[in-house]
């Protein structure tokens, strides 16, 4: 990272729902609040804020235990991130925004908006999760993954040389490799948070297809075509079907923006300038 991009990065943190959230902010122009996947943190957007803070605001959040934020008595899960994520839109008084949502921060994301209608105008869904119709065996596989996680924080000594294993397949492309190393090096710290994450990923509530559909704000679906944990083949019908909305994709794992950088640039920015002029 160029140092004259670090001179312009404010770093801070924000009491929510007392929990004191770490928050980057980058750049200027309309605010674009970045929402993170479970184990990764606010520095998954650092270069995307480096390419594009010219013209926009990036402010990325760090989740509970993730990151440079402490963690929390509260588990893991989407309603309980989007309680957090519209906690910030209020205390910085955010307005106009466009909501970049990776992975449980998508379904953070959907469920801010559906509580935050009047300050959100746009939605970037990044390989979200919450969106594919549930049945026993994603129910089944939620809660293998969580059983492997909570393992993991029991002190299993396998369990980094797995997780390396595994986020090859997550970020398979090496222009996400800079940022897969520093994921895979925090993996035990980021083991307990995974595994509330991924059990909550279980429970019927984690069906937000009904939120996404009572939505009426514009959409793009960014959706990296190599995720076989979210494959786009079980989304796209939903996608398809959900009014105005934008679809590209990407020869990706689970974040395009990390994986494929020019190719999501070009989507995002012709996205954001088709949104209604901000207010202020």
């Known amino acids: 990272m160029s140092e004259s991009f670090e001179s312009t990065v404010s770093r801070g943190s924000v009491s929510i729902l007392g929990v004191d959230l770490s928050l980057t902010r980058c750049g200027s122009g ?40 402490p963690r929390e008595a509260a588990p893991a899960s989407a309603e ?45 869904l990044c390989n979200t999760g919450g969106l594919i119709p549930p049945n026993l065996f994603i129910r089944m596989f939620c809660r293998h993954m969580a059983r492997r996680f909570e393992k993991a924080a029991s002190g299993d000594a396998g369990f980094p040389a797995w997780f390396r294993r595994y986020y090859q397949q997550v970020l398979p492309r090496p222009e996400a490799a800079w940022r897969r190393e520093e994921i895979v090096a925090g993996c035990e710290k980021a083991a307990p948070v995974l595994a509330e994450a991924w059990r909550s990923f279980a429970e019927p509530e984690a069906d937000i297809r009904p939120v996404l559909r009572g939505l009426r704000i514009p959409i793009l679906f960014a959706w990296g075509l190599r995720d076989r944990i979210l494959p786009w083949f079980l989304v796209r019908g939903l996608a398809r079907r959900t009014p105005g909305a934008r679809i590209a994709l990407f020869d990706a794992g689970h974040a395009a923006f990390l994986e494929t950088p020019e190719a999501f640039d070009a989507a995002f920015l012709d996205f954001a300038r088709s949104l209604p002029r901000p207010k202020t």
């Open 80 to 124: 309980r991130y989007a309680a957090l994520a519209g906690g910030v839109l209020e205390a910085l008084d955010l307005r106009d925004v466009i909501f970049l949502g990776n992975s449980i921060g998508g379904a953070a994301a959907i469920l801010c908006t559906a509580n935050h209608a009047d300050r959100v105008r746009g939605l970037v």
């Open 30 to 69: 309309p605010p674009v609040v970045c929402l993170h996947a479970t184990g990764h943190g606010a520095r998954d957007f650092d270069r995307l804020a480096q390419r594009l803070g010219g013209d926009f605001t990036f402010i990325a959040l760090d989740w509970p235990g993730q990151g440079e934020s």
